[in-house]
């Protein structure tokens, strides 16, 4: 979300994709999101865009990785060592 902010930032202050990207490179290093990324961000922009928030988007919410459940599956094999990983995965 970080990046997309100074993306945009770059994008009002007319830079370009690519000196945004050497710069992002600058300051992230290795972390630092794609060159892909940045065109697509500028597009985005371009097109009137002004959100840097993903859009929604369909299918199954995450809720697998609550932390209620992941306590949950911490302590089955605790509570019962007969479980084996498959059964513990249902």
């Known amino acids: 979300m970080e990046q997309r902010v100074n993306i945009k ?9 690519t000196v945004t990207h050497e710069m992002l490179v600058k300051v ?3 972390d630092a999101v794609s060159k892909k990324c940045v065109f697509e961000w500028f597009k985005h922009f371009r097109d009137g865009k002004e959100d840097v928030k993903d859009e929604p988007r369909s299918g199954r919410p995450p809720t697998s990785t609550t932390p209620d459940s992941i ?3 911490r302590r089955m094999p ?13």
Not at 9 to 17: E, G, I, N, P, R
């Open 78 to 90: 605790a509570d019962d060592r007969r479980l084996s990983l498959r059964m513990i995965a249902k």
């Open 9 to 17: 930032f770059c994008f009002k202050l007319c830079k370009t994709a």
């Open 28 to 30: 992230y290093g290795v």
């Open 71 to 73: 306590e949950r599956v």
